[in-house]
């Protein structure tokens, strides 16, 4: 299992040209300033109360994972060299025992700029339910449907902050795949997802090199952002595969895309009013859009305690249809955070999204409470609930499940 793990990373990272740099990086005469090594080990539990809808489907999973970071800064923290690593092993998906380099990079400060060399993860985005201009990293789907965890990206990305604001710039050198659960997987499409066999509109595959620029500035109370983005989408079409209507997999597709994002925060006392739009162009298609907006509004010290408790609003609007469409076309994303701001650093957040065409529901919860200064526990609970056939999520309707994550930091 170990060996597979193994060959997957090799042939889903970078060329040997990064890790050169980097591993010249780090054998740098120059006496270190800082370092540090830190991770942790979980172990985590997934039970599925409905039957499942695939005979290959289990109704409960154990996993073990690990994530681990090493920083080293030198030069009078004017460089810094960061590796970061994730392994998982799973009971019941083949496809979820995977293994990645999340970053693997080499930092230099200059007067004015800033410079990157290798993986990164980077985020862009404020709102809660979806992050549309997020557009760097590739979803690493096999871990969450949520969209939050992501492949390291290789680049070579500069930064320079100015008066009139942070301008930043990538080249993304070489494309990642998104991962997709195999047969045994939940939730999962209703036929499996055939990543060997994706595809892409760009002629030179996955060796395609993508660019995006983006500028952001605080105006006052305002957070400004714009972005744009060109090369392979992250976001697959998935396409059937088999005969007189017998689908038996579906391959992915990657489109060549240009993107335009921009984002908008405005903080006024208690109040969060959040944006993203994007106008998306697929080369050989129509030109899309899509937007997420709405607010989080906090109530501070709630009965006298030290207690946070927010309430959170947004619409979700994307006019993608066929193939292309998403499952948040039009839909209303209600939730609550509540921050009990203890010693345990204990959070929870519910959210509910509805889709106001066909009236079906997702409805998701996070808490995470520290045990102690080593240990952590968190639970996530993922449901569906009056699912239409039309809706995208009508594969996921008995997917619902419960899932513990205990994990022991160092």
């Excluded at 809660?128 to 992501?150: A, F, M, P, R, Y």
């Excluded at 109040?271 to 697929?282: P, Q, V």
């Excluded at 529901?361 to 993922?382: H, P, Q, Y």
């Amino acid at each position: 299992m170990l060996k597979d793990m193994s060959s997957s990373v090799k042939s889903s990272f970078f060329g040997p040209t990064f890790s050169v740099l980097v591993i010249m990086t780090c054998l740098a005469a120059t006496p270190t300033v800082a370092s540090d090594f830190t991770g942790f080990l979980s172990l985590e539990t997934r039970l599925f109360p409905e039957e499942a809808l695939h005979p290959d489907q289990s109704d409960a999973s154990i996993s073990v994972a690990s994530d681990i970071e090493y920083y080293r800064d030198w030069d009078d923290y004017r460089q810094r060299m960061v590796v970061s690593g994730f392994a998982r092993a799973d009971s019941s998906d083949e496809e979820r025992t995977h293994a990645d380099i999340r970053q693997f990079y080499w930092w230099r400060k200059f007067d004015s700029a800033e410079l990157y060399v290798g993986a990164r993860q980077v985020f862009w985005g404020v709102t809660e339910s979806v992050h549309l201009v997020d557009v760097i990293n590739q979803d690493d789907l096999v871990e969450n449907i949520d969209g939050e965890d992501k492949l390291g990206q290789p680049m070579i990305s500069a930064l320079t902050q100015r008066r009139w604001g942070t301008l930043e710039l990538y080249a993304l050198l070489g494309f990642r795949e998104r991962t997709f659960p195999g047969s045994e997987g939940r939730p999962r499409t209703p036929v499996v997802v055939d990543g060997d066999k994706a595809q892409y509109q760009a002629e030179e595959g996955d060796d395609h090199i993508d660019f995006a620029v983006r500028w952001s500035k605080v105006l006052g109370d305002w957070d400004v952002g714009a972005s744009h983005f060109s090369g392979t989408s992250r976001d697959p079409i998935l396409l059937p595969v088999g005969s007189a209507g017998d689908v038996v997999a579906l391959t992915p597709y990657y489109p060549l895309v240009e993107q335009t994002g921009f984002d908008l925060q405005m903080t006024k006392g208690a109040w969060l009013w959040k944006l993203e739009a994007i106008s998306l162009k697929e080369k050989d298609a129509q030109r899309n859009t899509a937007a997420v907006g709405g607010f989080e509004y906090s109530f501070f010290g709630v009965g006298g305690s030290s207690s946070d408790l927010g309430v959170l609003l947004e619409y979700q609007f994307d006019d993608r249809r066929g193939l292309r469409e998403t499952v948040n076309q039009n839909d209303l994303a209600l939730g609550t955070r509540w921050m009990l701001n203890d010693f345990k650093s204990t959070e929870f957040l519910a959210l509910v999204s509805v889709d106001l065409d066909n009236g079906s529901r997702f409805f998701s919860f996070e808490g995470s409470r520290r045990l102690n200064d080593s240990w952590s526990l968190e639970a996530e609970v993922r449901m569906f609930s009056n699912v239409s056939r039309e809706d995208p999520i009508y594969a996921f309707r008995a997917d619902d499940y419960f899932q513990l994550d205990l994990r022991r930091y160092f």
